[in-house]
């Protein structure tokens, strides 16, 4: 995590972290991008890989605080903050700071739009502007399916989407080599090398 430059204050309270976010977020959504103020450290908030948020070691059970914090998160190089215009604090994120719980499908083929919705109630249709990409566990081959949903913040993609998303793949030509991949938004999105999938 970021270490607070010196003399930076002390960090806010997410009370008052919210109060600014209220404030910020009454015009349509915050434009944590356009903002440059001061790091004040770091906030004992961390967003668990399931997508649950803990404020002090504790799961914050108020989804309407939780949806207020997800609207001002930036991410800048490797670390999450979450941005007012007066105070940037850093938190901690084990995965990513959301999770797609679901998604709606309209179209077929190369005029599929795959349209995802998060934890905390934000919508996005993949595309160019918020691609799907898939990490593999190096150990595992596990797959990890992520779409972006602003800026360059994504959200895992849960089990049982990544499921269903499956039964809707293609197989294609991508960069020279075939793949099983979704297409969505016009844009081929490509998830394994066919011929890496079992006969």
């Not at 800026?151 to 991508?174: C, M, T």
């Amino acid at each position: 995590m970021t270490k607070p430059t010196e003399g930076a204050n002390r960090p806010p309270s997410a009370e008052s972290l919210a109060s600014a976010a209220r404030t910020a977020n009454k015009k349509g959504p915050a434009p944590v991008h356009l903002w440059d103020p001061p790091f004040c450290g770091d906030l004992d908030i961390r967003i668990a890989r399931d997508g649950t948020w803990f404020y002090l070691g504790t799961p914050i059970g108020r989804h309407e605080l939780v949806r207020l914090f997800s609207s001002i998160i930036r991410k800048d190089g490797d670390d999450y903050f979450l941005v007012t215009p007066v105070e940037k604090v850093g938190i901690r994120v084990d995965d990513a700071p959301f999770v797609a719980v679901d998604f709606t499908a309209e179209g077929e083929g190369h005029d599929q739009r795959l349209t995802f919705t998060t934890n905390v109630g934000e919508s996005c249709t993949a595309g160019p502007d918020h691609p799907i990409r898939v990490a593999r566990d190096p150990e595992t081959g596990e797959p990890a399916p992520y779409v972006t949903v602003r800026a360059n913040l994504e959200a895992l993609i849960d089990r049982k989407s990544f499921y269903r998303l499956v039964e809707l793949g293609r197989h294609e030509q991508h960069e020279g080599t075939r793949w099983f991949g979704l297409w969505s938004a016009g844009r081929f999105f490509p998830i394994i090398p066919s011929d890496e999938l079992p006969r």
